[in-house]
């Protein structure tokens, strides 16, 4: 089956810092750009990061360049965020995608979602 | 950075009704326009990409339309199944950004 897994969501103080997976499966995952998609509860979708198929292209939104790290690693099919100094506005469900195009990416597979929630 | 402005806000429809989504840019993304489909709970789901193009298993009622910086979903008759949540997503220039969403709703 094609899907997306994300774990590593949970609470966390501000100033703390969080490490997100995304375990690829069904499909030729090095073939594939990836991406972090987050939304804050009861809001609308933000882009968080991209890195392409051989991690030579990283892209972040301005809101977390300097603290948030987006890697992946094509052995195990997976994608990481290691997201450091976390803040109150940080707080969102953390989306997984697949990027489905050349640079700059659509979405065209998601995960469920994992929830990092930042307060003390 | 592109802001997308989606409107309406809310769109209320009784089943078998039209559904007409707009999603403005502030400037021309060419035909990199992209919509998705959220309902509540679950994550998005691509509808259409650039522009036109209907992803793979999305029914022939949803088509897209427009270039530049005006674009339009069209769910020719709505159906219970598509009451949710529309966003648009430019994917011309970085940094990646969406609209703020159309919900459509039961009347």
């Known amino acids: 089956e094609v899907q997306l897994v994300e774990s590593g969501g949970g609470l966390v103080k501000p100033g703390g810092s969080l490490r997100l997976s995304c375990a690829a499966s069904g499909f030729t995952f090095n073939s594939f750009g990836m991406n972090w998609v987050r939304q804050a509860p009861g809001k609308g979708l933000e882009w968080v990061s991209s890195?392409?198929?051989?991690?030579?292209?990283?892209f972040y939104a301005d809101s977390v360049k300097g603290r948030f790290t987006i890697s992946r690693d094509n052995i195990r099919n997976s994608v990481y965020l290691q997201m450091n100094s976390l803040r109150a506005e940080d707080t969102a469900v953390y989306y997984c995608a697949r990027g489905g195009s050349a640079l700059p990416y659509y979405f065209d597979l998601w995960g469920q979602g994992t929830l990092v929630t930042v307060s003390s | 950075e592109i802001v997308l402005t989606q409107s309406p806000a809310i769109l209320s429809l009784s089943p078998g009704e039209r559904a007409t989504l707009s999603c403005r840019a502030s400037q021309s993304v060419s035909r990199y326009l992209v919509w998705y489909q959220q309902k509540p709970g679950q994550a998005p789901r691509l509808l259409i990409h650039?522009?036109?193009n209907r992803a793979t298993g999305i029914p022939a009622r949803f088509s897209g339309s427009g270039s530049g910086t005006d674009f339009t979903l069209t769910i020719s008759g709505v159906e219970t199944e598509d009451f949710a949540v529309y966003y648009c997503q430019q994917r011309t220039s970085w940094p990646l950004t969406f609209g703020g969403g159309t919900k459509v709703d039961i009347k």
């Open positions: 890195i392409n198929s051989g991690s030579d292209y990283i």
């Open positions: 650039d522009a036109t």
